[in-house]
């Protein structure tokens, strides 16, 4: 056996191996007498048929299986003790000659193999980064208090309608020229479609009859006009008439109070004793997420000092669009998809090998513990956006646990893993040039980029 390997341009590598049939016979011989024992050849006992025919009707096949099965071996073996950042697979080279395995004679063959661009990525103090503390402000507090006051609300029952409050009428509904009767329909005026509509029950108490128009009420929605009159949507255009509303009910929706009680419903019994506390603790929620939206602009103004410290990177893009082509080899556009594509590609590939250099210097490694931890802020942050603040930790456990087992989670959970561990590494290795912004400034800092 011979490998030799040329990277003239340290970027293009073209891998040499041949293969004299010394190298394979033993396998292929042990392999045939394997199948020998188990053919069951017609005029034969098991066990008994020549090798001359096994070898004929078996051979090349079992060849051309232990030759590839070499290659792939020496191949990853090469290029792992001879330290080559392979980036990809492998690919057949476009210089690759016609094989014959039917003969003896020694296989030679040729892999083009792209090869990562040598470069050095480091940061030290003297590399000064952004870092946006976002202010919490009274705003924001005050619509979190609001969220967890209208989360806590009920209906209460109320005398008069009014508009400009969440109210909710139920009454009997008929058609004025049909027959449709609807007991119990439920309404709530503010949010209907037509203004002329809606003004028909403005300050209507108990007991009055509204006459209105439902299709004039809801003129783009048919869902809503067939859920409302109890019939199928097709038969809509058959009710397009005045109905009348006698109102039996109105229910008005009222916030809940700032008191013990919301702190305990919201927090928990007993963490929060004090509307001060309460405030303080919805501020240090919002902080803490705004820690995760900060740090993750940090890592964004890394990548982007970074990218401009290590200048241009040369890839071998030849090779590299042919693997794109065989990653995306079933889809029909595929010459245009890589076309599309391939410029992104490139540059998401030159940031993995720049935070690859980055986490190597910072000794990063991911166990077990810090998947947990990252699927448990998942779950937090999932659980936060229904207004669920206080949710035990065996429940986040549970739901981290269950995120883990499922197979398309892991690269991701191992990627935010990743860049939470280098996030922390690297706000104590560089200089950080810390700026308080409004979160409506951030946003629209984000939205530019």
């Not at 191996?17 to 006992?45: C, H, M």
């Not at 020496?74 to 395995?101: C, H, T, W």
């Amino acid at each position: 056996m011979n490998i030799t390997f040329e990277a003239p341009d340290k970027i293009n590598g073209l891998m040499t191996i041949t293969l004299e049939s010394a190298d394979y016979q033993p396998e292929v011989d042990k392999t045939l007498k394997d199948y020998r024992k188990r053919a069951n050849i017609p005029g034969f006992r098991p066990g008994q048929a020549p090798m001359g025919m096994i070898k004929r009707q078996f051979g090349t096949s079992v060849k051309v299986d232990a030759v590839n099965k070499m290659l792939g071996e020496k191949l990853y073996e090469y290029v792992r003790e001879n330290k080559i950042q392979m980036l990809g697979e492998p690919l057949p080279s476009e210089q690759q000659e016609a094989l014959d395995f039917e003969s003896d004679q020694p296989l030679t063959f040729k892999f083009d193999i792209a090869i990562a661009p040598e470069f050095e990525a480091k940061l030290s103090a003297k590399d000064k980064i952004d870092y946006y503390n976002i202010t919490v402000d009274d705003k924001m507090i005050d619509q979190q208090v609001e969220m967890y006051q209208s989360r806590a609300g009920q209906y209460e029952k109320a005398e008069q309608f009014d508009p400009e409050q969440r109210d909710m009428l139920k009454g009997d509904l008929r058609e004025v020229d049909g027959s449709i009767e609807v007991s119990d329909a439920v309404l709530m005026p503010q949010y209907m479609k037509v203004e002329d509509q809606k003004k028909l029950f403005d300050g209507c108490k108990l007991g009055d009859i509204i006459t209105w128009n439902p299709r004039k009420a809801y003129p783009e929605s048919d869902v809503e006009v067939s859920s409302l009159l109890k019939i199928q949507k097709e038969e809509v255009k058959d009710h397009e008439g005045d109905f009348t509303f006698q109102i039996t009910e109105i229910s008005r929706f009222v916030k809940a109070e700032v008191n013990q009680a919301l702190f305990d419903q919201t927090f928990g019994e007993g963490t929060v004793k004090s509307e001060k506390e309460f405030r303080q603790k919805i501020a240090d929620i919002i902080s803490q997420q705004f820690k995760a939206d900060a740090d993750y602009k940090f890592l964004l103004d890394v990548r982007a000092h970074m990218e401009k410290k290590v200048g241009k990177l040369e890839f071998p893009e030849a090779i590299l669009k042919r693997v794109m082509k065989n990653n995306n080899k079933d889809r029909k556009d595929v010459d245009e998809f890589v076309e599309k594509n391939f410029e992104l590609s490139i540059k998401e590939l030159g940031w993995h090998l720049i935070k690859e250099q980055l986490v190597a210097a910072q000794g990063i490694q991911i166990d077990d513990n810090d998947l947990k931890q990252v699927a448990k802020e998942a779950a937090r942050a999932q659980f936060a956006q229904y207004g669920m603040s206080n949710v035990p930790e065996e429940y986040l456990d549970n739901y981290a646990q269950e995120m883990l087992k499922k197979r398309e989670n892991a690269d991701g959970l191992v990627d935010r893993a990743v860049d939470v561990k280098l996030t922390a590494a690297l706000k104590n290795v560089v200089k950080l040039n810390e700026k308080d912004i409004t979160l409506e400034d951030f946003q629209k800092m984000l939205q530019e980029k």
